[in-house]
């Protein structure tokens, strides 16, 4: 959704479906400068109504000279607002306003030697000859009238331009990337000396921007929003709380798998801390009778998220005047499903994210109010609404739950057995997490596990207790570091953290002789067991 307000200093990126358009809308909020993204093929007349402190231009894969190559309203280079342009942002620039670009003899990819040539505002303090990030085949062969070249590597002979006269400013690098390590010394001169803004953003005025924006949108009518307890639905549920308060409805589909205590506490924050009307569905008998003598992994998932969605609608279709449905949609969930939102030039990669069954006759607007925003933006968002560390720091917890960590069929015995070991296997491992934080200051420092928990298989093995032979289930310990969940590697935990879980999850839950740990990383392995 667009969180614009209009008074306050903002820039905003053209998409031109740069595969990671957002990191520069993202390096730009690290500089404390509010920065939003809108499609390339925006108006200039659209563009001037955002009020832009300054226009930045992405990157894209088209070549400026290619039919359906994404073009620019050349009045967007008129408007008076400085303009700077990344890679394909340079050479649209470049054309728009009648230069040339061309084939280089060999394209360049990676990092590239740069030499500085002349004056330049936008490189000024960064040095004569530098690394940067190179990603093009084309480059601009002729400036337009007016400009100054102000860069070359032996490749590319217009590796920047500039004509301060008119406020405009072009790469054909990428400064976004941290590969061009004085990117953000040029972005800097590029917010602060040339555009002469302010650090002045923060979170708190984020969360007043996107307050006033859904606001707005919103007025009397009312939202719903299906709340999982994770990070990214439980920040929007708090956003619409501050809001709108009682006018949206969060919907908590409790299919009986989450981890122990789990629905308790996800009902405590959203009806005692934050003001929403809150719905508990509690759906663990219809879901245990579906899921009976079911074993196959994707057949779960199907069983599960289909419920999942008809639990949801059965409360939806009950309630009055609701006109939107809100999502936690983040912006990796709309690069992995291709650019929804922005330009929609990004090549897809996968596509099964945020796919809503509405029942025939069933329809909501969507608000999306985090897709715009990268993870760690949405837990600092989270903090700032006064969401709690339990849940603002939750690890990924999959949409089946503990369904595909019971290898077989699941049964109420089953899940006591494997809720009462995993969570002794996330308080210790916490309580690690929470120790290398102390000593590193960095909540995913190198050894800090990213995913933890217990999986329950489908055997028994014999044992001894007491004198007595047992023949009970065992206990597998799965605890990996990751920073994305596509590799992994099994944690190296100190001996003596497995060696408490172990006499912990033996001790403490009956029907349960052994614990193995897991030591397999992704791949060959997925993280989960099914
Ligand atoms: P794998 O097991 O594929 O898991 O290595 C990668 C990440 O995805 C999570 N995961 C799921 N999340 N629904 C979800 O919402 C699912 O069906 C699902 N399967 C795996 C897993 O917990 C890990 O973080």
């Known amino acids: 959704m667009n969180t614009t307000a209009t008074s306050d200093q903002k820039v905003v990126v053209l998409d031109f479906g740069a595969q990671y358009g957002q990191l520069i809308a993202r390096r730009v909020r690290d500089l404390h400068v509010y920065s939003e993204i809108v499609p390339c093929d925006i108006s200039a007349d659209e563009l001037a109504a955002l009020k832009p402190s300054a226009v930045i231009l992405s990157g894209g894969p088209a070549s400026v000279y290619a039919e359906d190559a994404p073009k620019i309203d050349p009045g967007v280079l008129e408007l008076g607002v400085p303009v700077l342009g990344f890679c394909y942002g340079q050479q649209i620039m470049a054309v728009t306003l009648g230069g040339t670009v061309g084939h280089t003899e060999k394209g360049e990819y990676g990092p590239a ?39 070359h590597t032996d490749v590319c002979p217009v590796a920047s331009m500039e004509c301060p006269e008119r406020k405009l400013y072009a790469t054909q690098f990428h400064p976004e990337v941290r590969h061009t390590p004085n990117g953000n010394d040029m972005l800097s001169n590029f917010l602060f000396k040339i555009c002469g803004l302010e650090a002045d953003w923060s979170m708190d005025n984020l969360v007043e921007r996107m307050v006033s924006a859904i606001r707005q949108k919103v007025g009397d009518d009312r939202v719903i929003l299906a709340l999982s307890g994770g990070v990214d639905s439980s920040v929007v549920a708090a956003l619409m709380s501050r809001a709108i308060g009682k006018q949206v409805t969060c919907v908590f589909v409790n299919h009986g798998m989450l981890r122990k205590d789990e629905p308790e506490q996800v009902e405590e924050v959203f009806t005692k801390q934050f003001d929403v009307d809150f719905i508990h569905v509690h759906a663990a008998e219809r879901y245990a009778k579906l899921l009976d003598g079911v074993t196959e992994p994707e057949r779960k998932r199907q069983i599960i998220g289909t419920q999942f969605w008809k639990e949801f609608f059965a409360v939806a279709q009950k309630l009055d005047g609701v006109k939107y449905l809100a999502q936690g949609t983040i912006y990796p969930d709309i690069i992995e499903s291709g650019a929804r939102k922005t330009g929609g030039k990004a090549s897809t990669i996968k596509s099964h994210h945020n796919l809503i069954p509405f029942p025939d006759g069933v329809s909501f607007d969507l608000i999306e109010p985090l897709d715009h925003f990268f993870k760690d933006e949405v837990r600092a968002l989270g903090t700032a609404l006064g969401l709690p560390d339990h849940i603002v ?122 614990v193995a740990y897991d030591i397999t990383s992704k791949p060959p392995a997925t993280i989960e067991w099914e």
């Open 113 to 151: 030697p740069l030499t500085r040539q002349g004056e330049s505002q936008l490189l000024d303090g960064t040095p004569d000859e530098q690394t940067v990030w190179m990603s093009h085949r084309d480059a601009v062969s002729e400036v337009p009238a007016g400009f100054v070249v102000t860069s």
């Open 393 to 514: 720091y939750r690890q990924p917890f999959p949409g089946p739950g503990l369904a595909i960590r019971i290898i077989g069929s699941v049964t109420p015995e089953k899940l006591g057995i494997l809720k009462n070991a995993d969570a002794i296997v996330r308080e210790e491992l916490d309580a690690y997490n929470a120790k290398l934080f102390e000593e590193t200051g960095e909540r995913n420092s190198a050894h800090s596990c990213w995913q933890y928990f217990a999986v329950l298989p489908d055997i028994r093995s014999v044992g001894v207790m007491g004198d007595e032979r047992t023949y009970a289930r065992p206990i597998i310990v799965r605890a990996v570091e990751s920073s994305d969940a596509m590799t992994a590697d099994w944690a190296k935990l100190p001996y003596e953290v497995l060696a408490r879980i172990s006499s912990r999850i033996v001790a403490e839950v009956p029907g349960v002789n052994r």
